[in-house]
């Protein structure tokens, strides 16, 4: 049992390139979520979803775009990457009353 | 709109004292409230949560805390501090059908430095 995995541990992007942050959990959860958190400003709310199919917005959705086609997986694309997007992402999955983080991913870009 | 302040940034305990760290929330209806600590480098993890009934809640390595409606605070606690305990700790409000874990709202986090 994994739990949540992330992958990469680690990117650097140029200003305007596309990728995708993958997470993964193996834990059956329906619910799953995506956070950046940046210095002195804690984890913000990026999207979420409650099943597989069911997407929605969090706090600071712009420039990400998520999909969920099964319960075990919950990408997260960055469509053109900006540098006020560089910061550590991390995936969640919940089951009833607790939630689950990944590893994270640190992304940056220049 | 939910919303978590924790007015401190960061604070110094030496080994053996006693700890709190401070969390106030905006939530329109009964919250669900949540600790996480975050080590350097690493994930969160979960410390303690809080839906309903006893106010007072226990979790793991030592910490509790207590929910005061009237001050709509949820501080936590420990009696005696580790040098282990050194890491960033983050309080958070939910919202949604699921316990609030889809939508969690977080402070901006508390970071405990342990002093010898």
């Known amino acids: 049992n994994a739990g949540v995995t992330q992958t990469p541990k680690f990117q650097v992007l140029k200003t305007g390139q596309s990728m995708t942050l993958q997470c993964a959990q193996d834990?059956?959860?329906?619910?799953m979520s995506w956070y950046r958190q940046d210095p002195g400003m804690g984890l913000r709310l990026i999207h979420y979803s409650v099943g597989a199919g069911i997407t929605d917005q969090g706090e600071v959705p712009n420039g990400y775009n998520v999909s969920r086609s099964t319960t075990e997986d919950f990408p997260l694309r960055l469509l053109s990457a900006a540098p006020s997007q560089t910061s550590v992402y991390f995936c969640?999955?919940?089951?009833?009353?607790?939630?689950?983080f990944g590893p994270g991913t640190r992304l940056l870009v220049l | 709109a939910q919303s978590v302040t924790q007015p401190d940034i960061h604070i110094t305990v030496s080994e053996g004292a006693s700890l709190e760290l401070r969390c106030n929330y905006s939530y329109g209806a009964t919250p669900y409230l949540f600790w996480y600590v975050q080590s350097p480098g690493q994930g969160l993890q979960l410390l303690l949560k809080y839906f309903s009934g006893d106010t007072l809640v226990q979790g793991i390595k030592g910490f509790e805390a207590e929910f005061k409606r009237s001050q709509s605070s949820f501080n936590l606690r420990k009696p005696s501090v580790h040098w282990s305990d050194a890491a960033e700790y983050f309080c958070?409000?939910?919202?949604?059908?699921?316990?609030?874990?889809?939508?969690?709202?977080f402070g901006t986090g508390t970071r405990l430095t342990i002093i010898p």
């Open positions: 969640a999955s919940s089951s009833t009353a607790t939630q689950y």
């Open positions: 834990m059956n959860h329906e619910y």
């Open positions: 958070a409000v939910g919202g949604g059908s699921n316990f609030g874990n889809e939508k969690l709202t």
